[in-house]
């Protein structure tokens, strides 16, 4: 375990203490809206969510529906076409094995369609609160800055994360994260590190400087 990495959690916590954009409350929406918001932005998510789920209201909704029919319901998000024909898919596997709950467990999660290793994390930690990982862009970036990992894979950089940080700690890595990233850890060669909270803790080097005349 690692001192710092648990007070960079906490100070990102403290700045960061809403609850996930994918938390809607109820472990099939979660899984759903996860699986959408692959390549393309929460808010445009979050933007069709509602009126998609009032069209297709539960999973036998979904599988009676053709692909198109769904696909024409979430156009506006990124590979919608393919989103909807996993969401078919996983609607057949969810009553066919799961009697339409959504299961608790990584191996489980992972065999659904659409369900990689990311978004199986993400449901865990945030519907059924099992400590887990969720390594996208900006966590598998923000780490390597923050010097936790040198792994070349998602995977890789879970495992360093989890050796890193207590159990405690580990839901709330992507929570804060995804936020972090698109606010102050930004991609590209010039994150913000003159408004960082935790600049202190990392070993990005140089560290980037404020822009004169402006923020
Ligand atoms: S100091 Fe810079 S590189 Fe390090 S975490 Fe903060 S913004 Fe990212």
């Given at each position: 375990?690692?001192?710092?990495?648990?007070?960079?959690?906490?100070?990102?916590?403290?700045?960061?203490?809403?609850?996930?954009?994918?938390?809607?409350?109820?472990?099939?929406?979660?899984?759903?809206?996860?699986?959408?918001?692959?390549?393309?932005?929460?808010?445009?998510?979050?933007?069709?969510?509602?009126?998609?789920?009032?069209?297709?209201?539960d999973w036998k909704s979904l599988v009676r529906a053709k692909a198109s029919e769904i696909a024409?319901?979430?156009?506006?998000?990124?590979?919608?076409?393919?989103?909807?024909?996993?969401?078919?898919?996983?609607?057949?596997?969810?009553?066919?094995?799961?009697?339409?709950?959504?299961?608790?467990?990584?191996?489980?999660?992972?065999?659904?369609?659409?369900?990689?290793?990311?978004?199986?994390?993400?449901?865990?930690?945030?519907?059924?609160?099992?400590?887990?990982?969720?390594?996208?862009?900006?966590?598998?970036?923000?780490?390597?800055?923050?010097?936790?990992?040198?792994?070349?894979?998602?995977?890789?950089?879970e495992q360093d994360i989890k050796r890193i940080l207590p159990e405690k700690s580990w839901g709330?890595?992507?929570?804060?994260?995804?936020?972090?990233g698109r606010e102050i850890c930004i991609g590209g060669k010039k994150p913000k590190c003159w408004?960082?909270?935790?600049?202190?803790?990392?070993?990005?080097?140089?560290?980037?400087?404020?822009?004169?005349?402006?923020?």
């Amino acid at each position: 375990m690692n001192e710092d990495g648990v007070k960079i959690v906490e100070a990102l916590k403290k700045r960061y203490p809403q609850k996930a954009d994918m938390d809607l409350g109820n472990p099939e929406d979660s899984l759903i809206a996860t699986i959408f918001s692959a390549r393309t932005t929460d808010v445009q998510v979050l933007k069709m969510f509602p009126s998609f789920r009032k069209k297709f209201p539960d999973w036998k909704s979904l599988v009676r529906a053709k692909a198109s029919e769904i696909a024409k319901s979430i156009n506006t998000i990124g590979l919608y076409r393919n989103k909807a024909k996993s969401v078919k898919a996983l609607a057949q596997r969810m009553i066919r094995d799961f009697d339409g709950r959504v299961p608790k467990t990584m191996d489980e999660l992972i065999t659904l369609p659409g369900v990689g290793r990311k978004t199986a994390s993400c449901v865990l930690s945030v519907c059924f609160h099992v400590p887990s990982v969720a390594v996208d862009t900006h966590v598998f970036r923000i780490a390597h800055r923050l010097g936790w990992s040198d792994g070349k894979t998602p995977e890789k950089v879970e495992q360093d994360i989890k050796r890193i940080l207590p159990e405690k700690s580990w839901g709330d890595v992507n929570r804060t994260m995804v936020r972090f990233g698109r606010e102050i850890c930004i991609g590209g060669k010039k994150p913000k590190c003159w408004m960082c909270p935790v600049a202190k803790w990392c070993r990005f080097q140089p560290k980037t400087k404020e822009p004169s005349g402006k923020r």
